[in-house]
């Protein structure tokens, strides 16, 4: 099978959506995105396709087994990307038991019929057969001042979401020790940027800040996160499926730690350059300390030497270009922020709306084609 066909589970999504759009703007490949469309997956994510007609979407969990099994089995991929999953801490905490549902349970009908499919492949086919489970660094737990996690870094999760995921990584492992399915780990950094739903620290700040709502941060503000471009993540992506070692785990990061609260009075201090007019101007003013959650973990940071080492890959955009790059985009795509907003509030209603991560518990749909002009 010369032609190279991609599966794409949680392609809806915000990481998904960016590994789809790379796949088929940028590789002769065909993808078929797998997707529950949750609250967090927009069709709405999809329609900046260069080839649409080399992309399917499937409305489907990935729980539902005979479902996957058709999909695979007619499609025929050549590599199954696992993105989908249920990824909000806050989320976690309040209704655990769907990332057990979505993050485990998911996970193992994808390896079980992955195996089938593969067990039935022969020769180069075989051979060449990718899966690739893509994780979190939110699975080691947390650092102190100084270190990063790598690849050997034991895993100590703190929420029901890292649980959840640990655990899937955990199966993905023993698939390949056990089954010997050619399988591939990534655990990544926060990632950022364009499509990225609303309730995410950065375009939370961004849309409220705008909006002239109150910028809530957990705590003291002080917590770490390592950010990566969602599209430099991307690419990591391609690189791991296309050329990492059948068995290995990867740790992808960005190389860009910041302060939770550095990293918001940066993102109002842009909006205050972008909109000197603005009557919510100076925007740091809008910045509020509420309480932290439970489990909050303090620092994150990643060690890429390996995937650097191995396939070359560094991100190429710095905190600085990326988050420049990012709000420019939600300032500019007010319309897309609102129908997933619509979308989502249809979904979960409006009590269910107001949570969000490493940021405070306030969130709300705001009329962004609006404030953009102030």
Same mark, same amino acid.
């Given at each position: 099978?010369?032609? #190279? ?29 797998? $997707?529950?469309?949750t ?9 900046? /396709? ?8 499937? #409305?489907?969990?990935?729980v ?20 989908? @999953?249920e ?7 309040? +209704? ?18 992955a195996?089938?499919? *593969? ?12 899966f690739l489970?893509?994780?979190? $660094? ?5 650092? +102190? ?17 890292s ?43 961004t ?18 996160? &390592?950010?990566?471009?969602? $599209?430099?993540?991307?690419r990591?992506?391609?690189a /791991? ?14 190389? =860009?730690?910041?302060?939770?609260? %550095? ?8 909006? $205050?350059?972008?909109?000197? &007019? ?22 994150y ?11 070359? *890959? ?7 270009? +990326? ?5 420019? *985009? ?6 897309? =922020?609102d129908?997933?907003?619509?979308? @989502?509030?249809?979904?979960?209603? %409006?009590?269910d709306?107001?949570?969000? %991560? %490493?940021?405070?518990?306030? *969130? ?11």
């Amino acid at each position: 099978m010369s032609e #190279k066909r991609f599966i794409v589970t949680g392609g809806a999504g915000f990481i998904g959506s960016a590994v789809v759009r790379m796949l088929v703007n940028e590789m002769d490949a065909q993808v078929l995105s797998i $997707d529950k469309l949750t609250y967090a997956g927009h069709e709405a994510n999809l329609r900046d /396709l260069s080839a649409p007609e080399r992309h399917r979407l499937e #409305k489907v969990d990935i729980v539902d087994r005979q479902a996957i099994q058709a999909i695979i089995e007619s499609f025929k991929p050549t590599a199954i990307m696992h993105l989908a @999953a249920e990824s909000h801490v806050d989320r976690s905490i309040t +209704g655990p038991a769907a990332f057990v549902e979505t993050n485990i349970l998911g996970t193992h009908v994808l390896l079980e019929e992955a195996s089938a499919y *593969w067990n039935g492949l022969a020769g180069e086919e075989k051979s060449a057969f990718r899966f690739l489970h893509v994780s979190t $660094d939110e699975v080691f737990g947390s650092l +102190g001042e100084s270190g990063r996690f790598s690849e050997s870094s034991q895993y100590k999760p703190n929420s029901p979401y890292s649980a959840s995921k640990a655990a899937a990584d955990h199966l993905v492992r023993a698939w390949n020790r056990t089954y010997g399915l050619p399988i591939i780990i990534s655990n990544c950094s926060n990632n950022y940027g364009p499509y990225q739903f609303p309730e995410k620290l950065i375009p939370l700040m961004t849309l409220n800040a705008l909006s002239g709502k109150p910028l809530p941060v957990y705590g003291d503000g002080r917590q770490v996160r &390592d950010w990566l471009y969602v $599209d430099d993540h991307a690419r990591a992506l391609l690189a /791991l499926v296309e050329q990492g070692r059948p068995g290995e785990v990867y740790c992808v990061g960005g190389d =860009c730690e910041m302060v939770n609260l %550095d990293l918001v009075t940066t993102i109002t201090s842009i909006l $205050d350059e972008m909109f000197p &007019d603005s009557p919510h101007r100076p925007h740091g003013d809008l910045i509020r300390h509420v309480k932290d959650r439970p489990g909050h973990d303090r620092r994150y940071a990643i060690d890429s030497g390996k995937i650097n080492g191995e396939l070359g *890959w560094t991100p190429r955009e710095s905190i600085a270009s +990326g988050l420049r790059k990012t709000i420019t *985009w939600y300032v500019e795509n007010g319309a897309w =922020c609102d129908e997933v907003t619509r979308d @989502a509030k249809a979904k979960l209603g %409006d009590m269910d709306m107001d949570r969000t %991560d %490493d940021a405070g518990p306030t *969130w709300e749909s705001q009329p962004t084609n609006q404030t953009a002009k102030a």
